[in-house]
């Protein structure tokens, strides 16, 4: 009896609770079988402009088709019968193979042995922000990802090298062999890089939490730190001299955050890097890399200088840093990210509608007023200070990544940061690959050119 009533327990949440998760998912092979009774629906940005749509030929051949080629290629993906699905194509399979038509037109079609229209999913993307942020990182590998700060809807998410999935099936051999530029690879959300300065937010935290008279601390840096055998310079060479908290993380200076990161109670670092989603699960639509964070309490101080820093064995994705960066703009609670605002039938009646809701709290509103100054100060006076003086403020954070332990002149180039700082309104990262040591503000500059396009 006990057996019974549990199986009947499971068979109801089974069917009610989960059903609509193992129906949506993308693994659900069934759902490709709805593709006999119904056009594959369209794919549209915010304002209507048409990402993805399938043309129907007269002999009632489907092509899909993509109006704006490269341009979301990672974000909206491809659908091919024989290749398979990625991106929203993939996600939003389910909606986009169902027919919310008026059921009298379902039923005529059914008798004249027609195709129902499918669904159209309206996303969060703008096309115009999205042309932005691709002519802004122009040939550069990377990544571009700008997000409303206050309810996680995705306005624009640029991957390059990118693909033309008008053309996924000629050049399938060629795009998935190629392990240079990897251009089938999201790496918005799938890229996997070490963080650099930008990890200081991470540092910065840790120590506020560790410390409660963090305001007092000061360091007097001479342009390089050495602790046994190991040296870390600033970058450049730079020395900054006396310094505070706020000047340290304003300069992103490398010699003070090294001596902060032999400060912390390692575990404890620990514990904030993964409040901060560091070897976690991510509320995420699309595919994503988990980031990595690996100190613990037998790590040698040569690996807790630089992971204190954003080097070492620390990995993250540009999705995960602008997650932290919402986080501290929107006062430390993390809203759920979502690429979708509605679905609705062919003629725009509306089926369902997301809304904003909470993730998690990351941090208290104390410690992410805190981090808002000391990201203020960075474009204030600091690092991103070619930020400053614009018709929006901005704050963020600035970073450089090395790759190549042969080269210590081979970098990444990171850009974190919000704009409207008291009432904060986009949140952007930014990542360009393969940078030499003279060209870290790269990504900086990057996000200025996308800013200026969405304010003026």
């Known amino acids: 009896m006990i057996l019974f009533i549990a199986l009947m327990g499971y068979l109801v949440y089974f069917t009610i609770v989960r059903a609509g998760t193992f129906v949506n998912s993308p693994y659900n092979q069934r759902q490709d079988a709805f593709a006999r009774d119904v056009i594959r629906g369209k794919i549209t940005d915010q304002n209507g402009n048409v990402l993805a749509q399938t043309q129907v ?28 699905k990625t991106g929203l194509e993939s996600v939003e399979n389910f909606e986009l193979l169902t027919s919310n038509a008026f059921f009298v037109e379902k039923i005529q079609n059914e008798f004249n042995d027609e195709k129902n229209q499918g669904d159209t999913v309206v996303t969060t993307l703008d096309a115009g922000l999205q042309q932005a942020a691709s002519d802004a990182l122009g040939d550069y590998r990377g990544a571009v ?20 999935p ?16 990897s251009p089938l690879l999201n790496r918005a959300t ?27 601390y000061t360091y007097d840096c001479t342009g390089s730190i050495t602790v046994g055998d ?85 990995t993250v994705s540009p999705y995960h840093i602008t997650l932290i960066t919402q986080a501290v703009a929107n ?10 605002d509605s679905v609705t039938n062919y003629t725009g009646t509306e089926v369902r509608r997301n809304v904003p809701k909470s993730y998690a709290r990351l941090m208290s509103s104390e410690e992410a007023s805190q981090l808002k100054e000391y990201m203020s100060a960075v474009v204030s006076e ?26 210590s002149n081979r970098t990444h180039s990171w850009f974190t940061g919000f704009t409207n700082v008291d009432n904060p309104e986009l949140v952007i990262t930014v990542i360009t690959e393969g940078s030499d ?3 870290g503000g790269r990504a900086v500059s990057i996000a200025g050119t996308i800013l200026d396009s969405y304010y003026n």
């Not at 990802?145 to 033309?164: C, H, Q």
């Not at 008008?166 to 530029?181: H, V, Y």
């Not at 963080?195 to 008279?213: D, H, I, W």
């Open 382 to 407: 600091g690092t991103g200070a070619t930020l400053s003086g614009r018709s929006y403020s901005v704050a963020g954070k600035t970073g450089t990544a090395e790759y190549s332990t042969d080269d």
């Open 190 to 216: 799938g890229g996997s890089y070490a963080p650099g300065s930008v990890f200081k937010t991470v540092t910065t935290l840790a120590y506020m939490r560790q410390y409660s008279n963090y305001r007092s």
């Open 166 to 181: 008008n053309e996924i099936r000629s050049n399938w051999d060629s795009l998935n062999t190629d392990e240079t530029n």
């Open 437 to 439: 040591g003279s060209t």
């Open 331 to 340: 006062g430390g609670t993390l809203m759920e990210p979502y690429l979708v």
């Open 230 to 314: 190991t040296t870390i310079p600033c970058a450049g060479g730079n020395v900054h001299g006396h310094e505070d908290l706020r000047s340290s993380f304003a300069n992103s200076c490398n010699s003070s955050f090294v001596n902060i990161g032999l400060q912390l109670d390692v575990t404890k670092f620990r514990e904030t890097a993964e409040d901060l989603l560091f070897n976690s699960q991510l509320p995420s639509v699309l595919d994503y890399t988990k980031s990595s964070f690996v100190l613990s309490e037998e790590s040698p101080d040569s690996e807790i200088m630089m992971t204190a820093m954003g080097q070492g064995r620390t």
């Open 57 to 84: 030929a007269e002999d009632g051949t489907e092509t899909r088709d993509y109006p704006y080629g490269p341009l979301f290629s990672h974000v909206v993906g491809y659908y091919d019968s024989d290749l398979g």
């Open 145 to 164: 990802i700008v997000m409303e700060a206050d309810t996680g809807r995705i306005l624009a998410m640029v991957s390059k090298p990118d693909f033309d």
